[in-house]
């Protein structure tokens, strides 16, 4: 049963106004008491992050040389791997495969244009 505050506060003060001989109780309740409820500890399973087995790739070789007789005057802007520098008769020449090729200036740069054989 809850005390009203005003109620005791009333019954204070009529007790306090009675004569002095007169014999009165006042009881005042406290406010009740709240605990907290007991903190709960949850222990929750660590997340496992289980990755794919890994995937090799073989190295790539690297690209072949030309194997495939490219039309006279094919231009190219840059020489494939493995391509040979000789200079025949004071001229730079490539050979790439079966291919001759011969450097070139043009307006965006340098170019390659297949030659016949020197």
Do not use: E
């Not at 605990?35 to 690209?63: D, E, I, M, S, T």
């Not at 495969?97 to 054989?117: H, L, Q, R």
Request: aromatic share 10%.
């Amino acid at each position: 049963m809850r005390t009203n505050p005003f109620a005791a506060v009333i019954l204070a003060v009529a007790a306090l106004a009675a004569p002095v001989n007169a014999h009165a109780w006042v009881v005042v309740r406290a406010a009740p008491v709240y605990y907290a409820p007991r903190p709960v500890v949850v222990v929750a399973p660590v997340p496992v992050y289980v990755a794919p087995a890994p995937v090799y790739l073989p190295p790539q070789p690297p690209p072949s040389l030309l194997t495939t007789k490219l039309p006279l005057g094919t231009n190219i802007s840059t020489l494939p791997n493995g391509c040979n520098s000789m200079t025949v008769n004071g001229q730079p020449y490539y050979q790439c495969g079966v291919n001759w090729m011969k450097a070139f200036g043009g307006p965006t740069g340098i170019y390659f244009s297949v030659v016949p054989p020197p």
